[in-house]
Structure formats: structure tokens, C-alpha cells
């Protein structure tokens, strides 16, 4: 776990730090971010987007964890360092998002509740401590913004979100499908994650979906196994040919009204976009599209996220770090609650 700035009551405190006076006795405003003309956004420690760690708040409605585990990659390796990364680029946002109308850290309690210490050696035992750190944290968080860390860890996940949601829908944001077999023998890695949650009835067979497919796969019977494995998808071709709109009305259709899981691996963005990934292809989604996309979730069920497969190695400028960081900021302002009544 990592630190955050102390309780602004603290005479050592930082000014502008966030007001975690009455956090943990019941008080009814969610702590949020240091305040940026206060305090620096290049000084402190780097939680996501500057908020509170989970344990300096009684309850959280949204915990954003880390999980710095690669060892299911098959080409780049990297992405352990990508919680970090993502944190670090996460300083620059902005506790207002004017694109969906809502302030996500005042209307619910959002908290870092750092990093999972999970095997980098055994992937088998890594996906077992992710799926006992997944479900440990309900007793502290109602849903979960997970930060990765390969796709592997999309599995243990979904296991959790199951063992409190039954079958979910499940919106995959990705370059690849990840519904491959094995990868030398392996079952589970950051290609196969979707095939055994397929397999173990974790999602909605009805309802689930890949955005942003693209480039060479091993055979066409790739694309026959994935339907059968229950997933719909829009490529970047249909993006590209037909629209935003027209992919957000398939997308909305297709889901309906099920509980919804999104898993965006960062590679679904073009390399222009996102460089710092283990497996680029060309041809991908633009930033600005796959925000906008995200934008339009924020009337369904959303019961959970991972964001994954950032490698800083490869980065420049913080590309994909600063994009991944949004990604999650959409994804938490989707989140949050809306008033129902008349504006």
C-alpha cells in the first residue's frame, strides 16, 4: 500500500490537502482530491487522481486498485509498472467532468485502496491471491476500478464480481479477443482470460461484447469459437465504416439491462495513441472515440472495470498513461450516481 497526504487538521499537513476530518465517523460528504491550486499537482504521493487511500475513509463506493502482475503476457513484458504509471498521469484530472455532468468525487466516495502483492511467479497462484484480494476489499468498497497488469487478471476478477452479481455482461475493449485456448499449454494467460470465463458461466452469454477488434487472427475458426463463447463484436472496421453513434446504439442494444462489467484493455487504442502497450496494432481506436463510447454506459449498471495492459517501457510523453488515467475517470464518473429529479 502506498501513502497519501495526512488529515488537513495535522499542523504538518500539506495546505489544500484533502479534508479527511470526519472520514470513518459517518460524515455524509466523500472525502476528495487534494485541492490542485492549493497544493502542486507534481508534489506528494500519487494516488489516483490525488484521492484519499481507502483506509483514511470509513467506506468507499468505488476502490481503484492496482495490480502489478505480467506474468501471463506472450510478447512485451511491462505491465506490472503500469498502476504506478497510470497514477502518476492520473494528477492532472480535474474533480469536475463537464462531458458528463457530474462531479464523480463529490457525488460518492472514491478511494485508493493501493496495490495487491500477488505472485510474479506462479500465475496460478497470482489468479488466486487477485480473486481473495477482490473479494476482501467488498467489506471496504461496493465496486472495484482495477488497474493492471495484463489481461490475465480480468479472470479472477470476474470471478469475484460473479460470486456478488450471478452472470454479467461483459463490454471488452480490446485489439484482440482473448478468447483463445492456451498459449503453450497454459490456460490461463492474457489471451484466454474471456474463453474460461465463458467456460465457468461467469458472463452473460446474451449480452456480452468486444469493441475495437482488429488485425490478423490464427483462423477464421477463431471468430467461430468467439461466438459460440457468447460475444458479439463491433472492430474497428464497423467504427470506422458506420460511426461512434452507430457502434454506441449496437453496444447499448446488446447489453440491455444486465449487470455490466467493462474490461478496456489500453491496446484497443491505436499505437499513435497508446504506445506503451506488450501487443500494439494499427489501425485502432482514437482516445477521443473510446471516452465518448464510455460516456454513453453511464445509465447502466456498471458493477465493476479494469483498465490493463499499460507498459511504461514503451511509452512516450505519458501517451497511454494519460489515456488510461481517463479511461478510468470516465469510467468512475459513469459510476456515479445521477439525480433523478428535474435540473
Known sequence: ???????????????????????????????????????????GIATFARLPRLEDVERADIAVVGV??????????????????????????????PAQ??????????ADAGDLAVNPFSIDEAVA?????????????????????????ALPLLRAVHAKHGPVAVLHFDAHLDTWDTYFGAPVTHGTPFRRASEEGLIDLTASMHVGTRGPLYGVE???DDERLGFAIVTSEDLEEHGVP???????????????????????????????????EAGGMTSRELLRILRALADRRIVGADIVEVAPAYDHAQLTGVAASHV???????????????R
Open 1 to 43: 500500500m502506498h501513502s497519501s497526504n495526512t488529515d488537513d487538521t495535522d499542523a504538518t499537513a500539506p495546505v489544500g490537502a484533502a479534508d479527511t476530518s470526519g472520514a470513518g465517523t459517518g460524515s455524509r460528504h466523500p472525502v476528495g482530491p487534494v485541492d490542485a491550486s492549493l497544493v502542486p499537482r507534481f508534489a
Open 68 to 97: 502489478p502482475f505480467d506474468s501471463g503476457v506472450s510478447y512485451r513484458p511491462g505491465a506490472r509498472f503500469g498502476p504506478a504509471h497510470v497514477r502518476e498521469a492520473s494528477r492532472l484530472l480535474r474533480p469536475y467532468n
Open 101 to 110: 455532468d457530474i462531479s464523480p468525487f463529490a457525488t460518492q466516495q472514491v
Open 129 to 153: 491471491e487477485i480473486e481473495r484480494g477482490a473479494r476482501a476489499l467488498d467489506d471496504r468498497a461496493d465496486r472495484l476500478v482495477v488497474i493492471g497488469g495484463d489481461h490475465t487478471i
Open 222 to 224: 477463431d471468430l467461430a
Open 246 to 280: 452507430a457502434a454506441i446504439e449496437r453496444i447499448r442494444a446488446r447489453i440491455g439491462d444486465a449487470p455490466l462489467y467493462i474490461s478496456v484493455d489500453i491496446d484497443v487504442l491505436d499505437p499513435a495513441h497508446a504506445p506503451g502497450t506488450g501487443t500494439p
Open 328 to 342: 478510468a475517470y470516465e469510467l468512475i464518473s459513469a459510476m456515479a450516481p445521477r439525480d433523478p429529479g428535474p
